[in-house]
């Protein structure tokens, strides 16, 4: 609640372990950066609550409305639109960038895992990143959305999935033609080479508290 005023801040950190009657030290033990690693924590909540309602809720057949549905699940287990918007302002920054970008990454890639991707090779890159700039684009334009239910957001989110399903349709037509097979041979047994990195654990805060012994 704190952020609403005074942003993802030292300010925001302190108030919070406060709030939470949390030791400063043991605050700072979880998250070592304070609010930055907050805020990267609300993020990892909200693709958590993602997660539980992708593996419990029925979903659609076709798989380009499994993908709407998940970007859907995702913006809407935002409990603070404006702590979102806060965190943007945050991770705009040059020394959060990578952070961000790192965060909505790990998004798309629990979205791909959840929904069963088994690809290894160049594909495992191209479809995260695909559906990294969606799920960015889609929340900027929610922060903005003052329509009833967010109709627009929706809408909005439903054009960038044709849009992507128009580069699928393009990749799909190059490899059934035998001209433009051949030409990329080469490029393609290049990317063949890109495999997709080793699983990493999981893990839902950057630092770590173990209490200590008596």
């Not at 433009?180 to 997709?196: E, R, V």
Request: hydrophobic fraction near 45%.
């Amino acid at each position: 609640m704190h952020v609403a005023f005074d942003g993802w801040s030292e300010v925001t950190f302190r108030a919070a372990a406060k709030d939470a009657d949390i030791a400063l030290p043991v605050a700072r033990a979880v998250c070592p950066r304070g609010a930055v690693d907050l805020a990267l924590a609300y993020h990892a909540r909200g693709d958590a609550a993602m997660i539980t309602r992708l593996t419990s809720e029925d979903l659609p057949d076709r798989f380009r409305d499994k993908i709407t549905a998940a970007v859907r699940f995702r913006i809407e287990s935002v409990t603070d639109k404006e702590a979102v918007r806060r965190g943007t302002t945050l991770f705009a920054l040059p020394m959060h960038a990578a952070d961000g970008a790192k965060a909505i990454w790990g998004t798309a890639d629990k979205i791909w895992t959840a929904l069963g991707d088994t690809s290894d090779d160049v594909n495992w890159y191209t479809k995260r990143a695909t559906l990294s700039g969606v799920y960015s684009s889609t929340v900027l334009y929610w922060l903005g959305d003052d329509s009833i239910d967010n109709q627009a957001t929706w809408a909005f989110l439903d054009r960038r999935i044709d849009d992507v399903m128009q580069i699928e349709k393009v990749k799909a037509q190059v490899r059934e033609s035998k001209m433009l097979s051949t030409l990329f041979a080469g490029p393609n047994w290049l990317l063949d080479q890109i495999k997709a990195p080793s699983r990493m654990s999981d893990t839902d805060l950057p630092g770590t508290w173990s209490s200590p012994r008596n």
